[in-house]
């Protein structure tokens, strides 16, 4: 038995995926402890996990920091200063909860969030603990010749855009370089060798970066460290007794049925409902408008819904997508790898972060269709719906791509591979 401690930001996308693998963990004997804040102490409560909260962090203006990051209220010059502010800055105070976390709960091993930097940064090399990084996004944002350039969503290999690949580092830059610096001025505070390389290339070199994803989503990577594992989506939407919502049995299912998600992670303005509620409005289909978590359905402000669109709170997916025949969604990981997984093509509209690299991949694997943020209206997103209605490819390509997930292991595999990290690292050296 050992003792494993994950280390996560509270923001349900990051935590779920977390949830997902303690479980399993905690199936498998092992004693599991979170380090963690916010709306997290109660969820993981309710799981019956041990959390130690922030302390040294200050969770609220790490909470201001975000929600300027997902609003875009700030110029683009101060919005390259927020992600470091977010990232970095906060590292210090990490290091001083996790040094008390650690003298209380003797880790043989820890889990950390890839946005959660002192383990990568310092904690690993200074204190020798095994840290293993497991992503919340479905795609490896590890820098490649074949991998996404971060904060710029391009295609792959496809036409003379994808060229702009090519040149698209040179516009991020600015922003990591800062961010380096930075990382670096903190490492010579304890003591440690600045970095030659980003962060985010450095966070490959730990000896385990988990995927929650498959390599036929993610382009079939040749360019990834050793320590990078694809193990599948690791998928937690509920407590394992929550019953199915009661409305669920009120859906007419005579003609398709549309859902219509904005997950865990959506803009202030609800796009792509008010989008989605007059563009299959009146259609021979039955739709399904699952608001945000957390959305108050009373301020959506959505105006007069068609008879045919129903507007319902949060839900967890894995109850409602079998009634379904396509899912519209922002393009959250969490989103996408659920429909997948239930063979549901899905229309993405992106708005923030991962979104975007989402959309890409759905489209370029048959899976779906990408939908423009800009450009796409009410007429679009009514032609893509339509499409993936009547054309059976896309569904049979998802559920092909949903088997291909299924059979990198989910949360049993990324637990299996924690042990086998730890087991490596009890193991004794012989010369």
């Known amino acids: 038995m050992a003792r494993v401690l994950l280390a996560v930001w509270p923001y349900p996308t990051h935590l779920h995926p977390f949830l997902a693998v303690a479980l399993e963990m905690r199936a498998r004997g092992h004693q599991v402890a979170f380090y963690s804040g916010g709306a997290a102490v109660a969820a993981l409560a309710a799981e019956g996990f041990r959390c130690f909260p922030f302390r040294a962090v200050e ?3 790490v909470a201001r920091t975000v929600d ?54 310092i904690l690993q090399e200074r204190d020798g603990i095994p840290v293993a990084a497991l992503s919340h996004v479905a795609n490896c944002i590890l820098p490649g010749p074949d991998g996404p350039v971060q904060g710029i969503a391009l295609p792959r290999r496809r036409g003379w855009r994808a060229m702009l690949r090519w040149l698209a580092p040179v516009a991020t830059l600015p922003v990591t370089a800062r961010t380096r610096r930075t990382a670096n001025r903190l490492r010579r505070q304890f003591g440690l060798e600045p970095l030659t390389v980003g962060v985010n290339e450095f966070t490959g070199r730990l000896p385990l970066y988990l995927v929650p994803s498959a390599p036929e989503f993610d382009n079939q990577r040749c360019d990834l460290p050793d320590g990078v594992r694809y193990v599948g989506p690791c998928l937690w939407e509920k407590p394992a007794d929550a019953p199915p919502a009661g409305w669920l ?46 959305r108050d359905l009373a301020n959506l402000r959505l105006g007069n819904l068609a008879d ?53 991949r759905v489209a370029e694997t048959g899976t779906g269709l990408r939908l423009s943020p800009w450009r796409t209206g009410v007429r679009g997103l009514r032609r893509a719906v339509l499409r993936l209605l009547d054309d059976p490819g896309y569904r049979t390509r998802a559920a092909g791509m949903g088997a291909a997930l299924v059979a990198c292991g989910g949360p049993a595999k990324a637990a299996a591979l924690v042990e086998d990290l730890i087991a490596r690292r009890r193991k004794p050296h012989r010369p």
């Open 68 to 121: 300027d990051l997902i609003a875009g209220r700030r110029r683009p010059s101060q919005m390259r200063r927020l992600w470091p502010r977010f990232l970095v800055d906060t590292v210090p105070a990490q290091v001083r909860d996790l040094e008390a976390v650690l003298a209380a709960f003797r880790a043989d091993v820890l889990v950390c969030d890839i946005a959660m930097w002192a383990p990568i940064l």
């Open 308 to 360: 045919n669109v129903l507007l319902r709170p949060h839900t967890a997916l894995s109850d409602v997508l079998p009634l379904a025949e396509v899912l519209v969604t922002n393009g959250n990981s969490e989103s996408v790898m659920a429909a997948l997984m239930a063979g549901v093509p899905a229309a993405v509209l992106p708005s923030i972060w991962d979104q975007a690299e989402m959309a890409w």
């Open 59 to 61: 969770w609220s203006l």
């Open 249 to 294: 049995a009120e859906i007419p299912l005579g003609q398709p049925v549309v859902v219509v998600d904005e997950g865990a992670l959506y803009t202030h303005e609800a796009r792509v409902l008010a989008l989605a509620a007059r563009a299959l409005a009146s259609l021979p289909l039955t739709v399904v408008l699952l608001a945000g978590e957390g």
